[in-house]
C-alpha cells in the first residue's frame, strides 16, 4: 500500500538558518505529492506540490522536487524565519487508488529561533 | 470566505457518551474527508465522501459513523466513546477526487474521552 516516511523531530534552528526536511514514499500507483504545514492552534494548508515527477513544487521561499528515481520529495528552505514554526507534513494521493485519499506521513515540527 | 467549518472546538466526553462533530463547507466541493490526528502520527482517514448520499470507510473507522445529507455538511458521529478516540479531528474537502487536486482542512475539534 501507500505510505509516506518523514525525517522525525524535532527540529530547531536558528533565523536564517537552511531546512530539509526528508520525505520518502511507496506507492503503487503515479502519486501526487504535497507538502502540508500546519501552524500552532491551526488546520493544515497545503504549503506546496507536485504532480509529475521531476516536477518542482515552490511557495513562500519553500521548494520541493519530486525524484521518482529516489522517491522522495524532500522540502528546503534557504533561510528560515521564526514565522516557519510549524508542524510540517508530507503526503501523497495515488493515481492508482479509488478515492484519492491522502496518505500522510507523522509530521516534523520545527521550531525557529530569533 | 469561510471555507471549512468545524464545531465544536474542543469538547470533553465521559465514556460512553455519544456526540456528533459538524462539519461545513462553503466552496460546493463533492468530496468530504474526517480524519484524525494523534499525537506524533500523522493524519489517518477516518470517513469518506464522494458526494451527497455516497459515504465509504477510510482506514479508521470503527465507532464512527458518517452521513452526507448535502453538499455542504458532513458531520461525524462518535456512539459509546472510548478514551482511543482522544484525538483531533479534522474535516476536508477537495473539489474533485483526481490526483493532485488540494484538500483545503478545517481548524479542527479537539476531542478529549475520560
Known amino acids: 500500500g501507500d505510505s509516506v516516511t518523514q525525517m522525525e523531530g524535532p527540529v530547531t534552528l536558528s533565523e536564517e538558518a537552511c531546512l530539509t526536511i526528508?520525505?520518502?514514499?511507496?506507492?503503487?500507483?503515479?502519486?501526487?505529492l504535497f507538502w502540508y504545514v500546519q501552524y500552532p492552534g491551526e488546520g493544515l494548508q497545503l504549503l506546496l506540490k507536485?504532480?509529475?515527477?521531476?516536477d518542482k513544487g515552490s511557495n513562500k521561499g519553500f521548494e520541493a522536487t519530486y525524484r521518482k528515481e529516489t522517491t522522495s520529495f524532500h522540502l528546503e528552505k534557504g533561510s528560515v524565519q521564526v514565522s516557519d514554526s510549524a508542524v510540517y507534513f508530507c503526503?501523497?494521493?495515488?493515481?492508482?487508488?479509488?478515492?484519492?485519499?491522502?496518505?500522510f506521513g507523522a509530521g516534523t515540527t520545527v521550531t525557529v529561533r530569533a | 470566505n469561510a471555507g471549512v467549518t468545524q464545531t465544536p472546538k474542543f469538547r470533553i466526553l465521559k465514556i460512553g457518551q455519544s456526540m456528533t462533530l459538524q462539519c461545513t463547507q462553503d466552496m460546493n466541493h463533492n468530496y468530504m474527508y474526517w480524519y484524525r490526528q494523534d499525537p506524533g502520527m500523522g493524519l489517518k482517514l477516518i470517513y469518506y465522501?464522494?458526494?451527497?448520499?455516497?459515504?465509504d470507510k477510510g482506514e479508521v473507522p470503527n465507532g464512527y459513523n458518517v452521513s452526507r445529507s448535502t453538499t455542504e455538511d458532513f458531520p461525524l458521529r462518535l456512539e459509546l466513546a472510548a478514551p482511543s478516540q482522544t484525538s483531533v479531528y479534522f474535516c476536508?474537502?477537495?473539489?474533485?477526487?483526481?490526483?493532485?487536486?488540494?484538500?483545503?482542512f478545517g481548524p479542527g475539534t479537539r476531542l478529549t474521552v475520560t
Open positions: 465522501s464522494v458526494g451527497a448520499g455516497i459515504t
Open positions: 503526503a501523497l494521493s495515488d493515481r492508482g487508488s479509488n478515492d484519492y485519499k491522502l496518505s
Open positions: 476536508a474537502s477537495s473539489q474533485t477526487g483526481s490526483v493532485g487536486y488540494e484538500q483545503y
Open positions: 507536485a504532480t509529475k515527477a521531476d
Open positions: 526528508n520525505c520518502t514514499y511507496t506507492a503503487t500507483g503515479y502519486p501526487s
